[in-house]
């Protein structure tokens, strides 16, 4: 994705620079991850001035978060082509930077599906998404762009259509998929261990992800739904794109979380 050195809402006259904490989300080692940008002074800004600043910034998520002291922080998330509900990688971003950078005792992170629990352990920021994922078999054909052992849809709560194939070779081969909506395809690299991903979203302005934390838990609760009740794995992604990225998902009984390492690169000044 491109990284303009600023972003502007319309060129307002007089307008003030607000920070932008420029960030790498599950990131491998010190390398990759999926670059995120966490703009933590919202004020005076408009969902359409959010939505431009997204699409200038041209990342594959950018996370706006209104803090208040004694509250519970709220954030609003928008690719570069519209605003989701609830996504992975942005909200661990906007954990580590509450929690890194200040004001820390966050908990909980208020966005469109709820509130998302967040926590630090080490190195590796976690977050818990409120939300049962329904699952049911994908009615969506593939034919044509790949040979699926299994699909299935999951409600992230977006519809994803998660899909299983043979080998990491048959994933990493694979083209952007057109009209199929967002698509997780994913192969065991040692079963029950470790898992070969990528993830497209065409239709909302995505080619593809370097590293998709929602689609994790999606996938998470595809393995529950088929008879994996507990368990935990480790998720490349991203290296077809030069992003190489290491996510980790585990579940239980009692919910999903995904987590991963975050690295800092800069922070921009937008011109808003």
Known sequence: MGQPSAARNGGNV????????????????????????VVTDVS????????????????????????????????????????????????????????AIGPGGVDRIACGVGEVAVRRDGDTVWIRPPFDQEVSRSRTSFAGWADP?????????????VVELATPDDVVGLSPPDGLGEVYAWAWQEEARAVKARFFAVDIGVVE????GSAAVALAAVLRHTGRRTGDVV???GDEIGHPSTLKVRWSEGGVEVGGTVRRDEVRELET
């Open 149 to 161: 052992l299994d699909a299935w849809e999951v409600r992230m709560p977006l519809p994803y259509q």
């Open 209 to 212: 992800d370097p590293a998709t």
């Open 235 to 237: 998720i490349s992604q």
């Open 44 to 99: 005076g800004l408009t969902d359409e001035a959010m939505q431009a600043i997204a699409a200038e910034l041209g990342f594959s998520e950018t996370i706006f978060v209104d803090w208040r002291r004694g509250g519970v922080p709220t954030a609003r998330i928008f690719t570069p082509g519209r605003e989701l509900p609830f996504a992975g990688h942005p909200l661990v971003g906007a954990g580590w930077v509450l929690l």
């Open 14 to 37: 007089g307008s003030m620079p607000r920070h932008c904490y420029v960030l790498r989300v599950f990131t491998r080692g010190d390398e990759g991850g999926n670059h995120l940008g």
